[in-house]
């Protein structure tokens, strides 16, 4: 490889932005692809289980060793080429941060995309239709979700503490998708703290390259 620093992802992916904006907040130089040296590595393929056996994007190479999970990934970069500048050094809020990587990539992810959003972005319905009735199901989660979340924010400008870190790289990939995306569903009240922190989150120099403006 031409790259030290190589995501194997897909771009729109909120796990693999993830890691992308992390790479942006540090200043590392990277290249991000699902093709490394001619080899596809399509999402559950057996070429992906090589570097993954789970089967699963985003991977990390650096220097051709492969790292898979997003939280492990960004905690990675961050202590190896960062100083773990995205991290608190008091160890009660750095285990307030790794908390709340945990819920947003098993819980807050799982809700909002898996079982919400990606009903739009990939129907399975009859003739490739919206299924209404994974919709209905799908939005008291989210929305219990958005409430924890608002609860957690109040009028913070971050998610943990008065500092930018690894939780608010993971958590505005999905969030951003649910606020700004299309088929919100007015879940996200106009008055909400999470669209001012979204808001001020993208407006970060590091975000510019990792989010790209969604049409409604």
Not at 1 to 30: D, K, N, P, W
Not at 127 to 142: N, Q
Request: with cysteine; aromatic share 10%; proline share 6%.
């Amino acid at each position: 490889m031409s790259h030290q620093i190589h995501i194997v992802g897909v771009q729109f992916s909120t796990f693999t932005r993830a890691v992308q904006f992390c790479c942006e907040e540090i200043g590392l130089a990277y290249t991000l692809n699902s093709v490394v040296d001619g080899q596809d590595y399509i999402w559950r393929s057996p070429a992906l289980k090589t570097i993954n056996p789970f089967g699963k994007l985003p991977v990390l190479l650096d220097a051709g060793r492969p790292l898979y999970e997003t939280q492990s990934i960004c905690r990675y970069l961050d202590n190896q080429y960062n100083q773990a500048r995205l991290q608190p050094q008091d160890a009660w809020q750095k285990a307030e941060v790794d908390q709340w990587c945990a819920a947003i990539t098993a819980y807050v992810d799982k809700a909002i995309v898996r079982n919400f959003l990606l009903e739009f972005l990939y129907p399975q319905g009859p003739d490739g239709s919206v299924r209404e009735d994974i919709v209905a199901a799908a939005i008291p989660d989210v929305i219990q979700v958005v409430g924890i979340l608002e609860q957690q924010l109040g009028a913070k400008v971050f998610l943990v503490g008065n500092q930018f870190t690894l939780a608010d790289i993971l958590l505005v990939p999905v969030i951003n998708y649910l606020v700004n995306g299309p088929h919100n569903l007015d879940l996200v009240h106009k008055d909400s703290p999470l669209r001012s922190y979204v808001t001020g989150i993208l407006a970060r120099p590091a975000a510019k390259n990792v989010f790209i403006p969604m049409v409604k």
